[in-house]
């Protein structure tokens, strides 16, 4: 199934968990690695520990006839549906809708936070890294893969934030700052570069400004202290419109 960070995925079918499974070989380089091999070995129970409806469950890890592999949830989408939310904004610079943008943006932060929780940031969300399945479920994958590989081994992404860039590991702040990114993007069609235009420009609602921007804040310290302050701050929002949807419904009733 192409290639990941890790090494190889493979569509297995699973004995244990009876249903195919994603089955990743471990690169032969990288499970020879000690540091790796630590790190799987201590994160291992963490990343089996992980149970919430939008995040790619880990159900094994092992070695077997020499290789290392991980056993995970195999997400599928429907037929002729996009499989990532990479494939659906690379269809034609797609803007989505509002309301599509929060619905997925809320999954995408509910299963964050869980792992934040857990102690186990992304580093590394991208578009690649949340599925659309066949049943209209958002599930984020890729969760630990950043931790595994340590900071030798760690490719840098453009939704990287500022303090990952500049060396630092990074943090549950930093998948904040990569949501905001990701939000932006879904919002506009736009990719960020030296400057933001405040989504409004684009014609939504300036509601998503303030999220935006409180995800973006190159300060750490000064973005959204959390995964659950922003999930807040977006319920609050449709809570807002909710309450601005009955309001003119009952000043045109009377």
Not at 202 to 229: H, Q, T, Y
């Amino acid at each position: 199934l192409g290639r990941s960070s890790l090494g190889e995925p493979y569509r297995a079918q699973s004995s244990q968990m009876q249903r195919e499974c994603l089955l990743t070989l471990v690169r032969p380089e990288l499970a020879q690695d000690e540091g790796f091999q630590k790190r799987l070995q201590d994160l291992s129970p963490s990343l089996q520990g992980l149970q919430h409806p939008n995040l790619t469950r880990v159900h094994h890890v092992g070695r077997e006839l020499n290789h290392t592999y991980i056993a995970a949830d195999l997400v599928e989408a429907g037929e002729g549906r996009e499989q990532s939310l990479s494939d659906l904004l690379s269809d034609e610079g797609e803007i989505l809708s509002e309301e599509r943008t929060r619905d997925m943006a809320l999954q995408i932060a509910h299963a964050l936070e869980h792992a934040h929780e857990a102690g186990i940031p992304h580093l590394g969300l991208s578009p690649s890294h949340i599925l659309l399945s066949r049943y209209g479920k958002v599930v984020v994958t890729g969760c630990g893969e950043t931790l595994l590989l340590g900071p030798r081994l760690r490719q840098p992404s453009e939704y990287w934030s500022p303090e990952q860039t500049a060396g630092a590991e990074g943090n549950g702040a930093s998948d904040v700052f990569a949501l905001g990114l990701i939000l932006y993007r879904m919002l506009t069609g736009e990719e960020i570069e030296s400057s933001i235009d405040p989504p409004s420009s684009f014609g939504v609602s300036k509601r998503w400004d303030a999220i935006v921007e409180g995800c973006l804040n190159p300060n750490e310290a000064e973005r959204f202290p959390s995964m659950s302050a922003l999930l807040e701050s977006m319920n609050d929002m449709e809570e807002e419109e909710a309450s601005g949807r009955t309001f003119k419904i009952m000043s045109t009733v009377l």
